[in-house]
């Protein structure tokens, strides 16, 4: 039986690629179902039904243990290969509300109601989340089909509700990992990926800090409201949610060092409803992006401080009460994980890898995967863009116009992008698994 070397300087991963990537095509037809059937948040059920039907078409002999709603529709498909090191690939599934405006003929038209708001909305795969699934089915099926050159285990997770943040905690809360419950094994490394506004057939990796973190509160004032004409007889909460919007804007310019990267922004502020009513509360939703745990605890520090003090010095009857909304961890990859992950990319992908220097101020919830176990992760991009779009726009000088994730415009090329992401994920994952006797 052929084996990998120890090293993997030895492991050609052209072969075993070449040998045992199947046919795309079929996976094609499926992404497009995918990107035509999108569901929102904590709603995937059918999305996540699909792909349980089609792991359990790659593996009619039971070669891959599945086990279905964790942490509501996430699954995994736990393929055991001797022994050796055990690794964990992740994709997310869901798809967001935005009405979809690329004029593909496999664009979206579907509507969900969201249960946040009971609204019927349009849904699209805005995200590309539909490239992460599809390409985690055929990298499984590539492994599966490789059996016999690598030695260990590999899970393949599909995760729901990440543009939430609630998705990969969701799946660990809910017993992911207990023996008694959905019984995953503890992975030696979890691994992601997403598809990314770059020329399509690239990828990107990155040390340290890749997506930072993002933490959303609702900050509620309490005034003490009456009539328009008689501010002195009131306490007028708009007044007070200025100075505090104004007052957020020092943390970042006088409180963080400048060369660290933060952000933050209010995106709602509301209080009344006519013109001669002093109202007697304001409500503001206030998004925060950092980089480090450091400054993002001052961060959150000096939110707190900047509110109690102006409804202090602004005599408000009672504290404002400060909510959070939701949280994204940073996503900040290992050193030695990524070095390796990217010395084999290097040598797969070669001219068609390259680096991102700094963090990016998205934000993935992916790392509570591995963190909940305390063990080290690695996250890479991969590009979408076809060609004559990206020579086009790079000749204009307009790299920055390219419609990217979330966009109504947003939208990938199927290939070369579905082959980088699927074998990207099989670079990665062989990278790790071995005879068993390597790290
Ligand atoms: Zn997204
Ligand atoms: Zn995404």
Request: charged content about 20%; hydrophobic content about 35%; glycine content about 8%.
């Amino acid at each position: 039986m052929a084996r990998l070397g120890n090293s993997t300087a030895t492991i050609q991963f052209q072969d075993i690629l070449g040998q045992n990537r199947p046919d795309l095509s079929s996976y094609e037809e499926l992404y497009k179902h995918f990107h035509q059937n999108p569901e929102i948040s904590t709603l995937e059920e059918n999305t996540s039904t699909k792909i349980e039907s089609r792991l359990r078409s790659i593996s009619p002999h039971g070669e891959l243990d599945i086990r279905t709603k964790i942490g509501g529709h996430g699954l995994i498909a736990i393929c055991k290969n001797g022994s050796g090191p055990t690794v964990l690939l992740r994709a997310d599934m869901d798809g967001m509300p935005v009405s979809e405006k690329t004029g593909l003929s496999y664009a979206s038209s579907k509507t969900q109601k969201d249960d946040l708001d009971g609204q019927v909305k349009q849904v699209m795969h805005a995200c590309g989340h539909d490239f992460h699934i599809t390409s985690l089915l055929a990298a499984a099926e590539t492994m599966l089909a490789a059996r016999k050159v690598w030695s260990g285990t590999v899970i393949f997770l599909f995760q729901p509700a990440e543009e939430r943040g609630s998705g990969a905690r969701d799946m660990v809360n809910d017993g992911l990992y207990d023996p008694n419950r959905h019984a995953c094994p503890v992975p030696d490394i979890c691994m992601a990926q997403h598809v990314y506004p770059e020329l399509a057939g690239s990828v990107q990796t990155k040390f340290g800090p890749f997506f930072s973190a993002a933490d959303s509160y609702r900050i509620t004032i309490y005034g003490s409201g009456g009539h328009g004409s008689m501010p002195h007889r009131c306490i007028d909460p708009v007044v007070v949610a200025c100075h505090v919007v104004i007052r957020f804007q020092t943390i970042v310019s006088r409180e963080i060092p400048p060369d660290e990267t933060a952000v933050i922004t209010v995106g709602s502020i509301q209080s009344g409803d006519t013109v001669n009513v002093i109202s007697d509360e304001a409500i503001l939703q206030v998004n925060i992006r950092s980089v480090s745990e450091k400054w993002r605890k001052t961060i959150l520090d000096s939110i707190k401080r900047i509110v109690d003090g102006e409804c202090g010095i602004s005599r408000c009857p009672k504290p404002a009460t400060i909510e959070k909304l939701n949280d994204y961890p940073l996503t900040d990859n290992d050193e030695e994980a990524t070095e390796r992950i990217e010395e084999s990319f290097v040598r797969y992908f070669s001219h068609c890898h390259g680096t991102i220097d700094k963090a990016l101020l998205a934000s993935e919830d992916f790392s509570h995967l591995a963190t909940a176990v305390g063990k080290p992760y690695v996250y890479w991009t991969f590009g979408g863009i076809d060609r004559e779009t990206w020579d086009m726009h790079d000749k204009a000088n307009t790299l920055d116009q390219i419609s990217v994730n979330h966009s109504p415009f947003f939208k990938p090329a199927i290939q070369p992008t579905l082959q980088t992401g699927v074998d990207a994920l099989v670079v990665a994952a062989l990278t790790y698994v071995g005879t068993g006797s390597h790290r």
